[in-house]
């Protein structure tokens, strides 16, 4: 490095910003996704897991030998090959080990290596570690020319780029990462599942996604569960490297004897932390939005053991494990995104099919790189067998020149035309080797070994048979990871369709049933009192407000409310604010118009009908359940224009409707006139020359018509007395009876 001059000049370049910040963020960018986040299609490891299985092989951890402390094992891989914290490393060892993380664990542990309850696992000075069989076979052949090497970050060692890989690794065990702009996770898959479908693409390398769903029908995560996805869902996310799975924990419900029962929990969603779910439904019970739940107990011991208790046992179990299902991770989507290095240097989303086809793609070429490292070692090993035979056919004149000889290599050189290899090979011999048996076993070796190199030699013409030994060998895995009944690499994860449960049920089972009485003012504000109050009068408002309704009502019901707009909305009856207070505007909980006022309000009766009139006379019958809005905006239901507005709401009964307007004119016709809309203007019920309607009735004509004066006494006619007022829809009608009351309404 040069100086800066003595000019008195700091030599400071300028640089433009955007440029630097491009180049040094893009730099961090391609570092992280390359060496660090993303798995390579290859073998399945990210650069750290690859280095740990690497310097385990250096050290001479194999899975038949003694364990080693994972100090010394993190020491060597941040030492030689992985510049960063021993943490982060030992926390990537830990992993490879733990039987809940790994479908087919890398690393074998020995001392604490976690928990699915999310204990972490004790200081690397404690825990020792080996390899397992997967980490043999994925580093099988690396000593063989099998992958490339690069030099170590200090240059001082050589890694490889890549594992060998003879198992399907990246599927098998899954993985997941977030690097600059991209991120990766897949889920574990059962390695005989894989094998099959691996050993279909050789035969048929254009299969579709669709035929390897047969061998592959999903996930098989180590802590097993359900898988309620569609098989359409599925087949879409392995085609398009992208989706999700939905996955439930297992559970089965135990007999207590006396029609009492216990739900049990045996399996839980794939790394979701025992401890933590189980607080979060304890929290839940706390705040009283498990209704259906007693108690939950922990009784796990090596097996997972989750108790819940119902409330009783007339409790649907599956309703109430829905009800779970929805608020915990019970159920819990592990999200599918193949984003991985292929061929280890594009970053890509591929889908099943492309994953198998460059797996074997990189067998292929494991296969050929080990058979030519193996063709070179024959051809060296060759040469001085031939050497070797020509001094034991010469053996007499070896040992003259080598006595009388002051240089015998030139010699022996210009003599027989041998090689220096040859030459060195003779020279090195001992004397023990000069027997006759010796040469015998030499020439049974030259020609086992010719006859080797032939058939390496016909391998690596042969396309066909390249992939009959790669075939062979993924044989050989199915075999060693069989998923058969009683094994333990039997499928863990299992598939079934969610049940149908009703959604309105479900609902109903996360909200605590208890009775409330639903007060709104004159000035459009709500509250929920606890209990039935018959007593309104007590109730204190603003100043300037009063009492607009109140109504009894249980926290599990759907409220309806109705504005002068003809807009409906829904309020869950949970949603209310408390008593205390003066409550809070409805305008906050729902999009009401200015110009708007709340008509009326009500429990939600979904086998109900009801008739909706505006101020000019207008109405029709509309179902109840037309009337539930899911969003804050509400639902059109009467379409009225200034200055006529929604006015009265009627509950349908009977045959025949009552209207009487504002002109105290009565009339009287079949409900049958009216008709059933989910939404319009409706039709004329009621002819006025001014004002407009005043009150509706239904009733049936067989029970006659009453009504209630201001003074509570109540007045009827029946079918005959009400003669005179029969008529049409959309007729004058006539002046009310005598006694009908002057307010205009049915009732007072």
């Keep these: 490095m040069t100086p800066p001059p003595g000019d008195g000049d700091d ?37 750290v897991h690859r280095r740990i299985i690497h310097a385990m092989s250096e050290m001479g951890i194999r899975p038949n030998s003694a364990f080693k402390k994972c100090a010394r094992i993190v020491g060597d891989v941040i030492g030689k090959f992985h510049p960063h914290g021993d943490q982060s490393v030992y926390d990537a060892l830990v992993r490879l080990a733990q039987d809940f993380s790994q479908r087919y664990p890398v690393v074998d542990g020995q001392g604490n290596f976690g928990n699915i309850d999310g204990d972490s696992a004790a200081a690397y000075r404690y825990t020792e570690a080996r390899m397992t069989d997967v980490a043999a076979l994925l580093l099988e052949g690396v000593d063989q020319d099998a992958v490339d090497f690069r030099p170590t970050y200090n240059e001082e060692d050589e890694e490889p780029t890549v594992l060998p890989g003879a198992f399907p690794n990246l599927l098998a065990n899954g993985a997941s990462g977030i690097a600059v702009g991209m991120a990766t996770s897949i889920p574990p898959h059962n390695a005989h599942e894989l094998c099959d479908a691996a050993l279909h693409l050789i035969k048929h390398p254009d299969a579709p996604v669709e035929k390897l769903v047969e061998f592959v029908p999903g996930p098989d995560m180590p802590t097993g569960g359900i898988i309620i996805d569609s098989r359409e869902q599925i087949i879409e996310a392995y085609k398009t490297g ?27 969603p794939y790394q979701v932390q025992k401890s933590r779910l189980i607080e979060k439904i304890a929290e839940l019970l706390v705040a009283r939005k498990l209704p259906l739940l007693e108690d939950i107990r ?97 053996l007499d004149e070896v040992i003259r020149i080598i006595r009388e000889e002051d240089e015998p290599k030139p010699v022996m050189v210009a003599k027989w035309d041998l090689t220096d290899i040859q030459v060195e090979a003779i020279l090195n011999m001992r004397l023990r080797n000069l027997r006759k048996l010796e040469e015998f076993e030499i020439r049974k070796e030259f020609d086992e070994l010719s006859q080797e190199k032939a058939d390496i030699e016909a391998l690596l013409a042969s396309d066909d048979k390249q992939w009959k030994v790669i075939e062979h060998e993924i044989q050989d895995v199915r075999k060693n990871f069989a998923k058969g ?81 003809g807009k409906a909305y829904t309020l869950g009856a949970d949603k209310l604010p408390g008593g205390r207070g003066h409550g809070e505007p409805i305008r906050i909980m729902v999009d009401m118009e200015n110009d708007q006022d709340v008509l009326t309000a009500f429990v939600h009766d979904p086998s109900r009908k009801l008739l909706l009139s505006s101020t000019a006379g207008n109405g029709f019958i509309v179902p109840e359940t037309e009337l539930v809005a899911n969003t804050r905006k509400g639902k059109q239901v009467m379409n009225v224009a200034m200055p006529d507005e929604a006015k009265l709401v009627v509950a349908v009964s009977g045959d025949h409707l009552a209207v009487v307007g504002e002109n105290r004119k009565l009339v009287v016709f079949p409900l049958s006139q009216v008709p059933e809309m989910s939404r319009g203007k409706g039709v004329r019920l009621q002819r006025y020359k001014d004002g407009g309607i005043s009150d509706a009735k239904c009733f049936a004509l067989a029970d006659g ?27 004058a009608g006539r002046a009310v009876p005598k006694g009908f009351p002057r307010s205009g309404k049915f009732s007072g």
Aim: charged residues 30%.
């Design 11 to 47: 030599n400071i370049l300028p640089v433009d910003l955007k440029a630097a910040l491009e180049e040094r963020y893009l730099a961090y960018a391609l570092s992280t996704i390359m060496h660090r986040a993303l798995p390579d299609v290859r073998d399945g490891l990210k650069p």
């Design 242 to 268: 992208r989706g999700g799975f939905r996955v439930r924990a297992k559970w089965e419900t135990e007999d207590l004897g006396r029609g009492g029962y216990q739900i049990v929990i045996t399996e839980i």
């Design 298 to 394: 922990d009784e796990s011991a090596e097996d997972i053991r989750v108790v819940l208790v119902p409330k009783s046992r007339t409790v649907d179990a599956t309703l109430l494990m829905e009800s779970l299902f929805r608020l915990t991770e019970l159920e819990s989507r592990f999200p599918l995104n193949m984003n991985v290095l292929s061929m280890g240097r594009v970053p890509k989303v591929m889908a099943l099919n492309e994953v198998l086809l460059e797996w074997l793609q990189h067998r292929k070429d494991v296969l050929i790189r080990r058979s030519r490292f193996r063709l070179a070692a024959i051809d060296r090993r060759l040469e001085i067998l031939g050497g070797l035979l020509i001094a034991y056919l010469n």
């Design 485 to 565: 009944r009683g094994k333990p690499f039997a499928r863990l994860t299992q598939f079934a369709e969610a049940p149908d449960a009703d959604v309105e049920a479900i609902q109903q089972a996360m909200i605590e049933k208890e009775p409330i009485t639903v007060v709104i003012s004159q000035k459009g504000w709500i509250r929920a009192l606890k209990g039935h109050i018959a007593d309104t009068a007590s109730l204190t408002f603003k100043e300037g407000d009063a009492l607009r309704l109140a109504f009894p009502a249980q926290t599990t019901d759907k409220l309806l409310l109705l504005t002068t707009g």
């Design 705 to 731: 018509l009453t009504w209630e004066d201001s003074a509570g006494r109540v007045f009827s006619k029946n079918k005959d007395e009400l003669l005179e007022w029969m008529g049409d829809r959309a007729t």
